[in-house]
């Protein structure tokens, strides 16, 4: 191992699955990197600081290239959002020493290529906000609660919004910006700790244990007796259906996630949409990256909200890459409580 | 009998039912009717020429209140949309010898509370429409089509859009206003006849008969090899389900009716919602009834395009009151050939 040599865990995606995923669909991997080859024209070499774990993920782990985004390589590392720190740049628009969010390696070290370095964008490193954050309040999930709320619900003042997932990476901020926004707020989750997170530090009006909850419409019918004008679906499924029974005329429901489904190869139908017509719904599924026009509004607005203490966040960081496959495979089983992150490296 | 005592047939609905509406579930009843009587303040006796038949009375037919309309009420006649002439007015508005459009009694005469004789409409009889196409293409099927076309699809010249229902009073309107906006149209129906008149008589691009797909998500793609920008649903259930596989990106799709699922008190449910994320499609019920500020450009554009024979409209008439409860319980069979009406009186 010459100087600028140094070792290089990685986390291997195996191969196309079927199911819920597990973490014998990953496995780690031993390699070395040399920290002083020469990169491909305008590539850059990043130190990896932290990795997010996100459900949208499990999509890339079928064998299927018809979506927005495409399938992972077997045998190579997975692909994710990370925050990372540029070590080597043959990039104009990077140097050394920068901070930098976007779509990197699950591994300690990634090269990243002319073309995949377009899409990073540079981090301001401000002190009072965690570098990780640009992971989810300040990153993705952050920018989806923001452009799923305000573009595709629509939300006026006063009106009563039902967030499912609702202590997520996504939800806590739904709900904390529909707060702020005038509305009434209740989320479900998935624990008792959880619910709590929800009633006593995000701000939710109430918050309800899914999974204690026998009937979905009796409980949703207990929380909004006068029913739900704005519905931000984390969740799909019987959720979903018994939403629909709830919802008020003229209701919306934005259709962000659907993590009870997407482990399924044959998911269970949603048996309720006639109430689409005569409550006049509008559903919308809706992705980030059609409204990026949008990001430096958010991240200007929900910088400040952060910094004057109007909203919180929580993270649910794991530490070391070698626990990436076991936390991403716990989304799925509702372990994480906040924003999943792992922690490569130390800042 | 005294001289102005005339005979006064009705359609009377027994009760509450489940499932497919049956003949069995309305009966005839032959009473008699005072046509010089005093009527209540502003009321009005009305002398019913044409009654339509229309999938949402199957919806009245159940015991619940929380719809947009109430049920029926059993043992009383049933109520739809009617063209008639005013025998005799109480009400300022409307005076003997009149026309007019909008809910009245499955009855030969029929006495309107000034209530309901506020939602009537005075038709201006023109010689060159028929007066029953104020109960298709210029009534409510004909004003659903248009703002659920103009209003809920957002269409745009060149763009592919897939009628379900396609020859039904609706359906067949849809199509025609798609094609005059320069949209490329198929049409899906249940018979080679309707088929034909989509092809035919209609204008559409294409048409299909479902009944012969024994994949619809098959049928489909080979119509569609780009995809479909805007879906008029009609019919939900299977269909649905399969045009959700074959929308494109920002894909519209207008859900207007679920005949399909109509009868049936489990319906089957849809699977394929999780297009809605990473095809970003927006899915919206709607009802005519919030677009009445719209009536009356519907009325003067889609008469002139019909005077100008831009567009056609298919009529199954059926002769006589006691035709009824057949051609209404033959919709739920597909047994029209474009707008169901009864013809009870000649004008």
């Known amino acids: 191992m010459s100087n600028s040599e140094v070792a290089n865990k990685q986390v291997i995606f195996k191969g196309y699955i079927d199911g819920v995923p597990k973490q014998t669909d990953m496995e780690l991997n031993f390699s070395n990197i040399q920290l002083n080859q020469q990169l491909p024209p305008q590539s850059l070499l990043l ?9 949208y993920m499990r999509g890339r782990m079928r064998d299927f290239h018809g979506s927005y985004i495409p399938p992972f390589v077997p045998s190579q590392a997975l692909e994710g959002f990370g925050v990372s720190k540029v070590i080597v740049s043959d990039n104009p628009n990077f140097k050394a020493g920068d901070f930098i969010s976007g779509f990197t390696g699950w591994e300690e070290y990634s090269i990243i290529s002319i ?7 540079k981090i301001e490193h401000d002190h009072h906000i965690p570098l990780s954050f640009h992971l989810g309040l300040l990153g993705m999930p952050g920018f989806t609660a923001y452009a799923g709320f305000y573009e595709v619900c629509a ?9 499912s997932a609702a202590s997520g990476a996504v939800g806590q901020l739904v709900g904390q910006l529909a707060k702020l926004h005038g509305c009434y707020v209740v989320g479900s989750a998935g ?4 619910v709590e997170l929800l009633k006593e530090k995000l701000g ?21 007796p006068q029913g739900i004008d704005i519905y931000f679906d984390n969740v799909g499924g019987d959720m979903l259906d018994a939403a629909l029974l709830n919802m008020k005329i003229h209701g919306r429901i934005a ?8 482990n399924l190869s044959d998911p269970k139908g949603i048996s309720n949409l006639s109430s689409l017509i005569y409550k006049r719904i509008r559903m919308e599924g809706f ?3 059609d ?8 991240l200007e607005q929900v910088s400040s909200y952060y910094k004057q203490g109007k909203i919180v966040y929580f993270e649910d960081m794991n530490e070391g890459l070698e626990s990436a496959p076991a936390a991403f495979v716990g989304l799925f089983h509702g372990k994480n409580v906040g924003k999943q992150v792992i922690r490569v490296a130390h800042e």
Chains 1, 2 share one sequence.
């Open 47 to 55: 130190k990896n600081l932290y990795l997010s774990c996100d459900p």
């Open 204 to 224: 939710f009006d109430e918050a309800f244990n899914y999974k204690e909850e026998l009937d979905l419409d009796a409980a949703l019918k207990r929380y909004f």
């Open 287 to 289: 992705l980030q990256s």
């Open 291 to 298: 409204y990026l026009h949008l990001f430096p509004k958010f």
């Open 191 to 194: 624990s008792k700790e959880k």
């Open 255 to 262: 259709v962000c996630g659907m993590i009870s489904q997407s």
């Open 155 to 163: 939300p006026k003042s006063g009106e009563y919004v039902f967030v």
């Open 115 to 121: 073309a995949k370095a377009q899409q990073l964008r």
